[in-house]
Structure formats: structure tokens, C-alpha cells
């Protein structure tokens, strides 16, 4: 599978409006090899930022993909997309399309889990002040969800150092966090 074959970060770090307004400083902040992903939610200055954004990436060795914009992507030379699940069934097309992409989905149930993308989120594992969390799937269910999915999975959602040792026996390829990286 294609998949198995792209190289993954360990970590993604999800911008967030509200809860990650200095997306640049955190961009700083991530070790060479993780992720970056911009979600720029229609905000007028997307372009801009995005630029910046590529800028600090490259020079800190970091990827950086954009949140439910391939357009987006293209323009700023971007190393991939993450897609939300609603957008989730345009994984395939985006891979065939940009090869050297690494294409990402979140997913939030079994049948989400087998959309084509190179790698999944799935949130919320853990309780979490996210105002889109449903209720924790916790890592039994996360483990399950797993061994079923057609892709690596990441996860999501009330991640901490403590809450992180849990992850260990799921078989996720890391953890993916929002506010859990604030700088």
C-alpha cells in the first residue's frame, strides 16, 4: 500500500483561530520532522500566512499541510492536505493527483477509516476542551479502530504527557494535538 510507504511524522500539530493564535511562533516550536497543519477556516490573510508559514517550515525541517484546501496547497508549495471528514471521500483523487503529497483524514468511526488518505486522525481519544470533541473513545476503542483501518493512524483529542503512556498498546503512528502544543 502506498501508504506504508510515505514517510510520517510522528506528530501533528492542528492550528486552531482561537486556541493557536501565534501560528508562526508554534510552527518554531515543532522539531524538525513532525507536521504542521494549517487551517486557515476562510481567513482572509489565508494566502499570506500560508507563505509565512512555508517559509519557517522548510528552514525548520518541519512538513506543512493545509486544512481542507488543495488550492491552498498548491499555491504555497505545501507538503500535503488534511482533510476534515465531511471532505474526507477526496483523498484518493488528491493523491493521485499530488503523489509526493501526504494526504491526511480525520476520522471519528469505523466507516471513516477507509477513505484512501495516507494517514487518519481520529479524535477525541480522551476527554478534551475541544468544542468539536464527541465523547472519548478512550484507547480500547482507538486500539479496535486500529487494526481495522486502511491507513496509520493518528490520534487526537486530551492528549497530555500522562494520557500519552495509554497510546502505547494501540498501535497508533503518533498523536496529533491542538492545544496541546501551545508555545
Known sequence: MAAARKPLPALLAFTDPTRTPDVEALARSLPRGAALVYRAFGAPDALAVARRLRTVTQS??????IGADARLAERVGADGVHLPERLAHKAPAL???HPRWLVTAAAHGPRSTRVGADALVVSAIFPSR???????L???RLAILTRGAAAPVYALGGINNKTAR???PTGV????????LRT
Request: no cysteine; charged share 10%.
Open 130 to 136: 475541544s468544542p468539536s470533541a464527541g465523547l472519548p
Open 173 to 180: 503512528i503518533g498523536i496529533a494535538a491542538v492545544e496541546g
Open 166 to 168: 495509554r497510546l502505547l
Open 138 to 140: 478512550g484507547p480500547v
Open 60 to 65: 525548520g525541517g518541519v512538513l506543512l499541510l
Open 95 to 97: 493523491r493521485q493527483a
